[in-house]
């Protein structure tokens, strides 16, 4: 008996990723090792730590806690600064898509960092993050100002060439979602990536009867298995509601193949891995390539096209 091949490569908008699977910007992504250990891992594609223009060490420690169910953190945006990434790819030898996240203090910061990413040839594409919930001093989400996010985007394409997707953070109502992406479809965007974490939440330790991360008194951003529904929802909305041309990265809660399988039968191109990713390292794209394999072989599909954005609804 001869097995059928399973197809289980993406396209983001004409960007080829060899697996669907690639690391949520974030995570394990920082360090010239870490970023070395995802271009030798199995991931479909690398995306880097959400940089600035200068580096910054981030929030007080501790800013990163597990549980069971999910993930709180309150990082700060730590990294090493654009021309870190920027100078660590021209030394490597690439062998897959290159997402470099962006995530400026200002917009003003954002149109430097752009400009600095449509310059390097080893950049494929550009990851505009607009989602991050845990900037001391900064406590709005970039991402929820509908008034600035229109002329924002609309200066950044006056001189953008590069591929640019943006990521989003999770929304909770409807008009919301229809309200963003009538904005984004204005634009040549090439991707979202939905959702970030979920900002302002809270884990306590009762034992201790205190929060579990220093900064902002314990309040930071919530991820893993917890957060998975949040994921679906918006990832289903927008895909009803952008361009078919704009590709959506599912992200939030995948720590298997039947949860990457749900993100892609909602409208996902392609996912991405946080938690999970944090718990397991580089060997965790292995194991849930082969798990979505296992479940595209049961169902008799041949790619991710036989199922994407075909979720059924209860009649």
């Known amino acids: 008996m001869i097995m059928k091949k399973i197809d289980i490569t993406a396209n983001i908008n004409g960007i080829q990723l060899p697996l669907c699977i690639m690391n949520a910007s974030g995570v394990l992504c920082s360090t010239d090792q870490e970023l070395s250990n995802l271009l030798d891992s199995h991931s479909g594609g690398v995306v880097t730590k959400s940089c600035t223009s200068q580096p910054r060490k981030g929030n007080i420690l501790p800013r990163y806690f597990e549980w069971n169910m999910g993930s709180i953190n309150s990082m700060g945006l730590p990294n090493f600064g654009i021309h870190f990434y920027l100078g660590f790819l021209e030394e490597k030898k690439i062998n897959k898509p290159i997402f470099l996240s962006i995530s400026g203090l200002s917009t003003e910061e954002n149109y430097y960092l752009i400009q600095k990413a449509n310059q390097s040839s080893k ?21 929820y100002n509908f008034d600035k996010i229109s002329n924002f985007i609309e200066k950044i394409f006056k001189f953008n060439k ?49 929060v579990v991360i220093c900064p902002k008194k314990g309040f930071g951003g919530i991820g893993g298995p917890i957060i998975k529904p949040f994921a679906l929802a918006n990832i289903r909305k927008f895909y009803t509601y952008l361009r078919k041309d704009i590709s959506i990265i599912g992200c939030g809660g995948i720590s298997s193949g039947k949860d990457i399988f749900e993100h892609i039968l909602c409208g996902a191109s392609a996912v991405q891995i946080g938690t999970q990713f944090m718990k397991e390292g580089v060997s965790v794209f292995e194991r849930l390539k082969k ?3 296992l479940i595209l072989e049961k169902k008799n599909y041949s790619s991710l096209n036989n199922f994407k954005g075909k979720l059924k609804n209860l009649q």
């Open 162 to 210: 590069k591929p640019l997707g943006i990521k989003l953070p999770p929304y909770f109502q409807d008009a919301h979602i229809k309200n963003i992406a009538s904005i984004l479809n204005q634009f040549p965007i090439f991707f979202v990536t939905c959702i970030n974490s979920l900002p302002n939440g809270l884990f306590i330790d009762a034992n201790k009867e205190s």
């Open 123 to 143: 950049v494929t594409a550009i990851e505009l993050n607009l989602s991050c919930p845990n900037l001391i001093g900064k406590e709005n989400v970039f991402g």
């Open 291 to 293: 798990e979505l394999i």
